[in-house]
Nanobody, 122 residues
Framework: QVHLVESGGGLVPEGGSLRLSCVAPRMITSVFWGYRTSWYHQAPGKARELVAGITSTRGEAANYADSVKGRFTIYRDNSKKRVDLQMNSLKPEDTAVYYC???????????WGQGTQVTVSS
């Protein structure tokens, strides 16, 4: 079982910024390399959607949902077993609960953070 701890949500006005963090404090650093790390969000009444993901391969290629390209950036720190989501130019439609996800590339297991609320006021 992988324990993930999220932080950084809150209430911001439209156009503001927030940075979310997710860390796996009990994970061995070498094991972290075997996980793809992502952020998802879930708005009320809607399905959970992928926001951004980043792999552990050299170059740390990242992918983003079209709705956040150019505004959000995902960062991964392998030494700290941590993945962050920098969110700029926030819009009311970004309002949702944000979840970090660690996906084991080998056995395909998934682990989720507890979720953190992001609310953008218009």
């Amino acid at each position: 079982q992988v324990h993930l701890v999220e932080s950084g949500g809150g209430l911001v006005p439209e156009g503001g910024s927030l940075r979310l963090s997710c860390v796996a404090p009990r994970m061995i650093t070498s094991v972290f390399w075997g996980y793809r790390t992502s952020w998802y969000h879930q708005a009320p009444g809607k399905a959970r959607e992928l926001v951004a993901g980043i792999t552990s391969t050299r170059g740390e290629a990242a992918n983003y949902a079209d709705s956040v390209k150019g505004r959000f950036t995902i960062y991964r720190d392998n030494s700290k077993k941590r993945v962050d989501l920098q969110m700029n130019s926030l819009k009311p439609e970004d309002t949702a609960v944000y979840y970090c996800n660690f996906h084991n590339v080998e056995d395909r297991s998934d682990y989720w953070g507890q979720g953190t609320q992001v609310t953008v006021s218009s």
